[in-house]
């Protein structure tokens, strides 16, 4: 564990420290600068030098993390050359070995795969939110989150190392076009699993706000759990009241997911995740895309055209993915389609609260489950 510095008040704690530092330095990133573009250059390469040389000396992470050194990174992903994926603006994730009973790197071929996600050094957004990922996931676990089994800090250098998850993203799976579908059940048990994440961070003592759920960030085991990964989360706001307050700032979220409210305003809220989840399960239901040029003017926007059709229980199976070949419960889809509905309601008051939505899927496959328990239960009967 990283030593605390003796600059920081005795009547601080670590923990606390960090959130104060971990809040300015996201505040700091947001602000507009009326400067020159080289003026707003060296301030933000200031800012990150100053934030990264705070971090070092005054952050204290959970026990429960691992701390790598760099050299030992640089050999198990034969110097960053074993590459699983393209990060966007954090940079690139590559493949790397653990040995489980050591919890340490080794060479590749020996012990048990892992992620390791390498930061863009040159973007000072994508070191605030690397802060906010180790600091999130250090503390937050879950079944339905990507574990975080350790993190590098050396110089500029910044990284991370997860579970390996080898079925890689939902959207892989979700839109190709060769192969097999997803069959339907196995549809809304990893719509389950994002709820179930969401719902947990929603529900914990200090609220956190996923902020940009879609089909890319949600990765998946070998026999398709789905799992949360590439953290932007933030901590909910409160009033001296102990009322939530929606989070103001840079809007961080993708085009398509994003709710209305907050791509226009930038306020968050918890239900802003609720929109988020409701254009995955959309996505899900119908096999498509969010956004596709290609697609015809009217469907361009997948939300917007799915819309009629979610409000009717008959016209609800029209859009659902043809490649299921009506391998589906019909009442199920209906039931889906209707939460979908609610979840992507214009109006936030009108959302439901994730841990509804939670229920109403489980009970939604449940009830799926039980009625073709009893069906195969009376087929014997019949046959006895």
Partial sequence: MLKTSSRMES????????????????SDSTKPSSKSTSTSTKTSSSL?????????????????????????LKTTTRNFRDILAEGGLFGRVYKGWLDV?????????????????????ESFQSHSEWLAEVFNLGQIHHEN???????????????????????????????????????????????IDIARGISFLHNLDTQVIYRDLKVSKILLDSVFKAKLSHFSLTRDALTEDDTRVAIQGQVVGTHGYAAPEYAARGGLTTKSDVYSFGVVLLELLTG??????????????????????????????????TRLGYQYPKKEVQGAAALCLQCLHIDPNYRPAMRDVLATLEQLHTSRD??????EKDSISNAG
Avoid at 62 to 68: A, G, H, N
Avoid at 370 to 375: F, K, M, N, V, Y
């Fill in 370 to 375: 039980h009625a073709r328990t009893l069906g």
């Fill in 48 to 72: 990150r030098k100053k934030s990264i040389s705070a971090f070092q000396s005054e952050l204290t992470f959970s026990e429960s993390l691992k701390s790598f050194r760099y050299r030992d």
């Fill in 145 to 191: 989150l990507v574990k975080l089994i350790g993190y590098c800090s050396e110089f500029d250098n910044r990284l991370l190392v997860y579970e390996f998850l080898p079925r890689g993203c939902l959207e892989n799976h979700l839109f190709r076009r060769s192969g097999q579908p997803i069959p339907w059940s196995t549809r809304m048990s990893i719509a």
């Fill in 288 to 321: 498509k895309r969010v956004m596709d040029e290609i697609r015809p003017d009217f469907e361009k926007t997948l939300t917007d055209w799915a819309k009629s059709f979610l409000s009717d229980i008959r016209g609800v199976l029209k859009i659902v993915d």
């Fill in 11 to 26: 009547s601080t704690s670590p923990i606390d420290f960090l959130k104060s530092t971990l809040s300015k330095l996201l």
């Fill in 101 to 121: 009973n050591k919890s340490t790197l080794t060479k590749p071929g020996s012990g048990i795969v892992v992620a390791i996600k390498k930061l863009n050094v």
